[in-house]
């Protein structure tokens, strides 16, 4: 798959990809360790203290089948590798992981996904870490404190993930939400293979970054989004979703309502996998989108039945990494902003 840029415009170019739990590619070259390292608590840093942050902690990050995964612990336990996903409001431990643990389950609960509802055991926790333990110096001035950052949240959603983690190629101990990062700006950088977070009042936004607004659908990121059907504009809003493999995905509605934003007949089909189950898609190519300020030619879709808690007169949909990967995404979530800056040659 190529992405190039074209000043103003940007040319999408590539094979359709398939949704969550397809064959992986495999895990990239960065090798980290889930091996708790005890003797490294000064490297240790907590989101309850956002004040005691660095000015940028950042995190080391693998990738697998495009998914960002960062090796996890619960109460200082190893649990395997965890994945990023701005797409989920819950974060969640593998049920293997929770019985491996002995964990207490505390209640039950019900989330929503590509295929529709799912119930869940909570499973109760003192707490949860994400990262690996390091000496927490600045290497350079290019590079921010390294270190492990401790998450408050006391319970995490159960969910079946062995199917999904074989399908990756490794051992998947659960799942960092979005809204367990939100508290404090950060960054997603899939080039780099890196997660940093900002202490608040010294954040800066990034030179050279686009800025769009950043609203909140059931706590989630949205943006605003364009299409063109060859005589009009078509406004729809989009999950910025890590969570998700497909490069975009659209509602049915848009393609029932305007078939004009093709570049080639809709003649693919699929399924799209996550929780909940699997959901039957339409895959094509949209020929003109626009997204964080760029515009992007012949961009590979899903056409799908959208959750039913995503339905109505709004039209959402999801980008997913496929895409995503391309962009260096900074959120502000508390101000309402997303900063995104394009990647080239990623």
Sequence with gaps: MRLTRIVPRAVFVGALVCGVGCTSTGTSDTVLSTTADRSAAASTYTMADPAGLPERLDIPLTRSGGYLLVPGYIDG?????????TGATLSVIAQGSAGRLGLEKDGRGRTVGVGGFEDFDFYRAGHYSIGQASPGARVSADEGTRGVLRLERDKLAGLRLLGFGESLGVSLGGIVGFTDLAAVPFTLDASRRELSLYEPTAFRPPRD??????????????????????????????????????????????????????????????????????VQSTQAWVKDFRLFGLSLEHV???????????????????????LLRHFRLTFHASHGWVYAQWVPGE
């Design 300 to 322: 590979p879709v899903n056409f799908e039945e959208p959750p039913p808690t995503m339905r109505g007169e709004r039209l959402i949909g999801r980008v997913g990494n496929e």
């Design 209 to 278: 970054a686009t800025r769009e607004r950043l609203h909140r659908f059931r706590r989630l990121p949205v943006v605003r989004a364009e299409l063109y059907d060859g005589a009009q504009r078509v406004e729809v809003w989009l999950l910025i979703d890590y969570g998700a493999d497909n490069a975009l995905t659209l509602p049915n509605a848009v393609l029932e309502r305007f078939p004009g934003v093709l570049s080639v007949n809709a003649t693919g089909r699929g399924r799209t996998a996550g929780v909940g189950g699997t």
């Design 77 to 85: 336990e190893p649990v395997g590798l965890m994945m990023i996903d």
